[in-house]
């Protein structure tokens, strides 16, 4: 089991909502990733991080925004939610010179 | 463009069975990864292979590597009821400034029926 944790697991919010998704990480990796992956379907990258400081964005075009104050931590928010967000986020993480992802349990989110 | 597709979509054995699952890249890539990924959880890393290999092994798992095809396959062997799960495969693409980002596949999704 990876040492990378995501909550909340599940999340049932109105539309208009912020929301937050929490993802953290005790290997030390300096990479993390956002995915959205809708069930059954492909993984979507829409933000990734190389460190402290650093965030991209992804693929995926996305509302959502993200921050890397510490290494370990790698939070999503989303201002405002929509019917549209309704999706699985999963977070993952890699070290330095090697590119296998570890990756945490994933929220399931929907919003109403 | 998609980077990689998987095929078949879904695949539904008897346990004891092997199960072959195929992908389908387009550009030049580094290595290329399989994940697998239970019902409503991450994915877990299964096997990586480097674009100067041919092939892997890794207990039941075998991975093909055929870079003239961009193609691979990953063969489970004597699968279990336990290996149900969806399996992704993942290219990492060469001459990318951006390094270790992973372009994943739609995924296959294998059904071991005890």
């Known amino acids: 089991e990876a040492d990378i944790y995501q909550t909340p697991r599940y999340l049932v919010i109105g539309t208009g909502k912020k929301i937050t998704l929490e993802c953290s990480q005790t290997?030390?990796?300096?990479?993390m990733y956002w995915y959205q992956q809708d069930p059954g379907m492909e993984l979507h990258l829409i933000h990734y991080?190389?460190?402290?400081?650093?965030?991209e964005k992804g693929d995926l075009s996305s509302e959502s925004t993200v921050s890397r104050i510490r290494t370990e931590h790698f939070p999503l928010t989303l201002e405002s939610a929509r019917p549209s967000h309704t999706s699985q986020y999963l977070c993952?993480?890699?070290?330095?010179?090697?590119?296998?992802?570890?990756f945490g349990a994933g929220t399931r989110l929907s919003v109403l | 463009s998609q980077q990689g597709e998987e095929d078949p979509q879904a695949l539904s054995i008897q346990e004891g069975e092997n199960a072959t699952m195929n992908c389908s890249y387009k550009?030049?890539?580094?290595?290329l990864q399989w994940y697998r990924q239970n019902s409503g959880r991450g994915l877990v890393h299964l096997i990586l292979i480097r674009s100067n290999e041919r092939e892997k092994h890794s207990g039941r798992l075998r991975v093909t590597l055929d870079t003239s095809k961009k193609s691979s396959s990953l063969l489970i062997t004597a699968s279990r009821a336990a290996d149900t799960a969806s399996y992704f495969c993942a290219t990492d693409a060469s001459g990318e400034t951006s390094g270790s980002r992973l372009t994943f596949g739609e995924g296959t999704q294998l059904t071991v029926n005890p």
């Open positions: 290997m030390g990796h300096d990479k």
């Open positions: 991080s190389y460190g402290v400081n650093s965030t």
């Open positions: 993952a993480s890699s070290e330095q010179g090697r590119n296998i992802q570890y």
């Open positions: 550009t030049s890539i580094n290595n």
